[in-house]
């Protein structure tokens, strides 16, 4: 990588070193030491006094021009003995470089020793000013010297230059890197034809950068300190930043700085190509610091940083014991797109206190109840967005963040049905925030309840109705109706719901077909030798009773099923005694789908699950009439 540099002095090396001590080989006789530190330097008076106004006055304060023993002291000369060293070969005009790493600590302390034009022409402060100014242009060398400040604190500070470095960095990455020609070290920064350094004086120029992608910069800001990375973000979001940079370059951050984080093996093997923390040596107490202030850098517009790595943070931060502000913002954050999130991500383990259940199920409930309040307030301020239950059922409208929750609830309530300590009124809980409207089928939610009451054979008859309660049996698939008639572990009421439901849908389709086919058939005779058209229309004819055909198998079907359910609960007039039905069932027409003027004296099935104004009274009658009039259908 190229780098920027500017050549200062012309004379040959003099100093050499001997343990702590610095010696120059002039072969003048040492009169002037400086201590720096635990460092000693056995200089001359005269190139250091011509340049330096600090130690001018020192000399004639305390030694006197003469004397031969004098001793000076800078132990808080910014950037220790290594800087000073470059500032004595500066005073000596020997050859030395100005590069990123050590134009900091030259600056602050050429401003420590006031080395200004006033005390010599080209000094010290006049070069490091004029290098700074033209480092600037470079995004590589503005990061180094970035790195270096907190060294030379704080006169790094006093001068500007953590602040210029910020303003810097901010302009660069906020710009498109197309339109500019500073180097910048993803980009590809332009080399000499003799080596690799960019002189920025102009002997060498630099080439147009190449396109580069919007996280260029994410490796290279991740290297700063947490204090001066935090300004660098904060500047970046004052400067117009997308919120998704911001919150990538947080996350790369995080991954380099956080060892507990990048130890989650879900989130390594799903981003193998994440960085390596470096930061192995943080003690838990660091990190829980360290990531209480990356939450604090976290955009919160909803999506600017991926929900895994939300629910990632949120698992390390409970595992840190980070403080409850913390864990209540990423909860926030998550629950606002928690339509984005994955199955996987949500089984977060119970580290709490209690250890109740296996998954830390108050958790993803506070975070539901963030979606749902965010969801309805949405709602509430978009008048033209309608939720319409029949397409959603027809799969015309499009997937909506609620349906998309529910269906991600009913996994993970699957997930944790399992565990035995999970109480039935949290299963509830988290199931029925989950409003009718956004499941187009239940499966999902019978498949939760089936593993729960397997898991939990000890519940009593009235628990068991209360969570199959959270079911509506109108929208179960005919393979979950099917399984649900063979299920001893649901209540004989439910069966019942299901059973009664299929067969009224069963013969509303039949009386829609049957509805059909004589428009059709009338349409035939009207129209006559039509040509196509006709054809059409036979052809749909052929399809109608090929359907009714197959609506006719699956009635035949329940009433077998339904047959084995009596079987099983030891007759029929048990089940009748303990329903208390009525001896006469109604009857319902096929053609009208409505019931006959005797239904009025019988009760409904279950007023809370179903509107209808029917009962399902004798079950081996209503299918024997279904047959019959499936039967008259076939033949006309």
């Given at each position: 990588?190229?780098r920027?540099?500017?050549r ?17 080989s ?45 001793v ?58 004029s ?36 303003d ?15 180097p ?13 350094h960019?002189?920025w ?66 989130f ?22 360290l ?29 840190l014991?980070?403080?409850?502000p ?26 709490g206190?209690s250890?109740e ?32 239950e ?50 187009p089928?239940?499966?999902g ?14 519940l ?22 099917t ?29 829609g ?11 035939r ?55 208390s ?41 209503n ?14």
């Amino acid at each position: 990588m190229a780098r920027l540099i500017m050549r200062l002095g012309s004379k040959s090396e003099v100093f050499y070193r001997d343990g702590q001590t610095w010696l120059c080989s002039t072969g003048l006789p040492s009169d002037l030491v400086v201590e720096v530190g635990e460092t000693v330097f056995r200089l001359h008076k005269f190139p250091l006094l011509s340049r330096s106004l600090v130690i001018a006055n020192q000399i004639k304060d305390y030694c006197g021009v003469d004397d031969e023993n004098c001793v000076l002291q800078f132990h808080d000369l910014p950037g220790g003995a290594k800087t000073f060293l470059l500032v004595a070969k500066f005073c000596y005009g020997i050859r030395l470089e100005l590069n990123a790493m050590n134009i900091v600590g030259l600056r602050c302390a050429a401003e420590y020793l006031q080395m200004s034009e006033d005390h010599g022409d080209g000094n010290l402060i006049m070069q490091t000013e004029s290098f700074l100014t033209e480092m600037f242009g470079h995004w590589t060398d503005t990061i180094k010297a970035l790195a270096t400040c907190e060294e030379c604190l704080p006169y790094s500070e006093e001068l500007h230059i953590v602040s210029r470095c910020i303003d810097s960095l901010a302009m660069k990455a906020c710009a498109d890197t197309g339109l500019f020609s500073w180097p910048v070290s993803e980009c590809g920064t332009a080399q000499c034809p003799e080596g690799n350094h960019v002189l920025w004086n102009g002997i060498c120029s630099t080439a147009k950068p190449q396109t580069s992608s919007e996280d260029w910069w994410y490796a290279d800001v991740s290297f700063l300190r947490l204090p001066l990375y935090k300004r660098l973000v904060i500047a970046f979001d004052s400067s117009g930043m997308k919120p998704e940079r911001i919150a990538g370059s947080v996350v790369h951050y995080a991954k380099t700085h956080l060892p507990l984080l990048c130890r989650q093996s879900s989130f390594q093997s799903r981003n193998s190509a994440a960085p390596v923390s470096t930061a192995t040596h943080l003690s838990d107490m660091d990190q829980m610091n360290l990531l209480e202030e990356i939450v604090a850098l976290i955009p919160t517009q909803k999506g600017a940083t991926p929900t895994n790595f939300l629910l990632r943070l949120l698992r390390t931060s409970m595992i840190l014991r980070a403080r409850p502000p913390c864990q209540e913002k990423l909860e926030r954050l998550i629950g606002a797109q928690l339509d984005q999130a994955a199955l996987e991500d949500l089984l977060i383990p119970n580290i709490g206190y209690s250890m109740e259940t296996l998954y830390d199920i108050d958790c993803i409930q506070r975070i539901l109840d963030h979606f749902i309040r965010v969801d309805h307030e949405s709602l509430n301020s978009s008048s033209s967005y309608i939720i319409d239950e029949g397409q959603l059922m027809g799969g015309s409208h499009p997937l909506t963040p609620m349906t998309m929750v529910a269906t991600l609830v009913d996994g993970y309530l699957a997930e944790v049905a399992p565990d035995v300590n999970l109480k039935l009124p949290k299963f509830q809980s988290l199931a029925a925030v989950i409003p009718d409207y956004a499941r187009p089928t239940n499966d999902g939610i019978y498949r939760a309840i089936d593993i729960y009451l397997k898991a939990h054979p000890w519940l009593i008859d009235s628990e068991r109705e209360q969570i199959c309660g959270l079911m509506n049996c109108q929208k179960l698939s005919l393979e979950a109706i099917t399984h649900a008639t063979q299920n001893e572990r649901l209540p004989l009421r439910f069966i019942v719901q299901v059973l009664f439901f299929e067969q009224l849908r069963l013969r509303t389709s039949i009386a829609g077909w049957v509805f059909v086919s004589d428009n059709l058939e009338n349409s035939r005779n009207s129209t006559g030798n039509n040509g196509g058209a006709v054809r059409d229309r036979f052809t749909e004819a052929d399809n109608i009773t090929e359907r009714i055909s197959e609506l006719e198998k699956d009635c035949l079907s329940m009433k077998e099923e339904l047959e084995k359910l009596v079987k099983a609960k030891r007759g029929w007039n048990i089940f009748l005694k303990k329903f208390s039905f009525r001896s006469k069932s109604k009857t319902i027409d096929p053609k009208t789908a409505k019931p006959s003027s005797d239904s009025k004296k019988l009760k409904p099935c279950d007023s809370k699950t179903s509107t209808a104004k029917v009962s399902f009274a004798n079950g081996s009658e209503n299918f024997n009439k279904g047959e019959s009039d499936l039967q008259v259908v076939k033949e006309n």
